[in-house]
């Protein structure tokens, strides 16, 4: 029996038991959170300071065109990626391992093929020790190629919609400048006839004062009269019609410029 001051003798037994006990409930605890972290809709993985990933969910092997970690180690981004994206993630990782600075919601070019291009909205945090050295860095990356996407296909209807809406309007100036030039040649042939009204009139008393010999030169001026009253009559109803179209274009005009408005709101949503 023990007395005062003496040390109980350790039970071997008891401490390997112990030591077994610890050994498997942190391999439990491993296996939650591995299950956990590779049932994530998004990378997540570890560095150290050296680069290559001691740690990689699912997402983020398949990222790395991998499915097993141990086929990642000792690998760095410039084995896994193309050079021009490697370096870009190299820039970042120095941030962070070398100066302690977290990146946000960095949007990062993970691949392109084909014309397809694979975006990542990254985030990466220091990774310290119990003493605050950073030993390393956690990164996290949510796949956002379909919101990249259909942001660029946005862009694009938009400019779309911006060339066919400057094509619309092209045409209505076109078409909101006919009336003017039909009206500038209508008083063209409105001042005619006017003239030829009076021409007709001269003739007929001309035709008057030599009598019988006139005669046919009378009959003549009254066709001109008769053509010049319905040259004017022709130049009154184009004018009616004249006034129908810039009426026409003005209605035109108002509901482009609401159909605008609408499709400046739907853009926007």
């Known amino acids: 029996m ?4 003496q040390v ?5 037994q008891d401490a390997e038991r112990l030591i077994q006990e610890l050994q498997d409930k ?4 491993r296996r939650i959170l591995k299950t956990i972290v590779d049932n994530l809709p998004m990378a997540v993985y570890a560095k150290d300071l050296e680069g290559p990933p001691p740690f990689a969910n699912k997402v983020a092997l398949e990222n790395m065109g991998y499915t097993r970690e141990e086929d990642v180690l000792g690998k760095t981004d410039f084995d896994m990626f193309p050079r021009h994206i490697a370096e870009g993630f190299w820039q970042d990782d120095a941030r962070v391992l070398k100066y302690g600075e977290a990146i946000i919601d960095r949007e990062e070019l993970l691949s392109e093929s084909d014309g397809e291009e694979r975006w990542l909205r990254t985030s990466k945090l220091p990774l310290r020790d119990e003493e605050g050295k950073i030993v390393g860095l956690v990164g996290f990356g949510q796949d956002i190629s379909l919101e990249k996407k259909l942001a660029k296909e946005h862009a694009q209807a938009e400019e779309r919609i911006r060339e066919q809406q400057e094509t619309v309007e092209k045409m209505i100036a076109d078409l909101a400048a006919i009336p003017e030039k039909v009206g500038k040649l209508v008083n063209g042939i409105s001042y005619i006839a006017k003239q030829t009204k009076m021409v007709s009139i001269n003739a007929a008393i001309e035709a008057a004062r030599v009598g019988e010999m006139g005669r046919g030169f009378e009959v003549v001026a009254q ?7 319905r040259s004017s009559e022709a130049a009154t109803q184009v004018r009616d019609a004249i006034q129908e ?3 026409l274009v003005k209605r035109i005009m108002e509901a482009w410029e609401e159909s605008k408005t609408v499709t400046a709101a739907v853009v926007v949503r």
């Open 2 to 5: 023990a007395t005062v001051g």
């Open 8 to 12: 109980k003798p350790v039970d071997l």
């Open 26 to 29: 942190l391999r439990w605890e």
């Open 223 to 229: 066709e001109v009269g008769q053509l010049s009253d």
């Open 245 to 247: 179209v810039e009426t």
